[in-house]
């Protein structure tokens, strides 16, 4: 297959070729990283990082905090010289200002407790002139996260956390970078992801 599953060793199974699906309907999205220095913000194990490598960017940083996924990270993706993995909260690396063309927030909005306020921080510490962005569209509501577990937010040693994320609706992210400055330029509805359904939406600097 196109793509590697890099959550299961078994590249021939069920959620593999569902995984090489979702990813072949991200590809053609994701060639605006052609000769671009990326952001992937919380990239887990790197599943959409091989795409984004596909589209031959000038660079990709991968800031990510969780141990394992830091291993997974440095299996897959140390050995190439234009991607750089960083072990740091988003919100404390955004911190100071950052310089990239392209930055990527996939299924990671609705594991945190401030959702718009890293959008905030990526438009304001980067400016990029790309912003992909894949969640899913819930009504308002917050729910008790699991820091430090697998897929949800990691921290810093001895950050206190609420341990609470908020889920937010897919018309209030538009709202929200459009009052940013942002134009929608894709909003795809039509994935499945592990058995889910996310949405994946690209957004432009005006």
């Known amino acids: 297959m196109r793509w590697k599953h890099l959550y299961a060793e078994d590249q021939s199974s069920p959620d593999a070729i569902i995984t090489n699906t979702y990813l072949d309907k991200l590809y053609p999205y994701l060639n605006i990283c052609e000769n671009k220095k990326v952001l992937e913000i919380g990239p887990f194990m790197g599943i959409h990082t091989q795409v984004v490598q596909s589209h031959n960017p000038k660079s990709i940083t991968l800031v990510e905090l969780n141990k394992y996924a830091l291993m997974g990270l440095t299996y897959h993706y140390s050995k190439y010289e234009i991607i750089e993995i960083i072990k740091n909260d988003i919100f404390h ?64 040693p001895g950050w206190k956390s609420a341990n609470i994320s908020i889920k937010i609706p897919k018309e209030t992210i538009i709202n929200a970078m459009q009052n940013l400055g942002y134009k929608l330029n894709i909003c795809d509805k039509s994935l499945v992801k592990f058995k889910t359904h996310p949405f994946f939406c690209v957004f432009e600097k005006i």
Request: some cysteine; glycine content about 4%.
């Open 93 to 156: 690396y955004l911190e100071q200002p950052r310089e990239f063309d392209v930055v990527l927030c996939l299924g990671v909005l609705y594991h945190l407790h401030a959702p718009l306020y890293l959008l905030e921080l990526i438009v304001n510490r980067v400016s990029p002139q790309f912003i992909c962005i894949e969640s899913y569209d819930t009504p308002l509501y917050t729910n008790e996260e699991g820091d430090n577990t697998p897929g949800a937010r990691q921290l810093l």
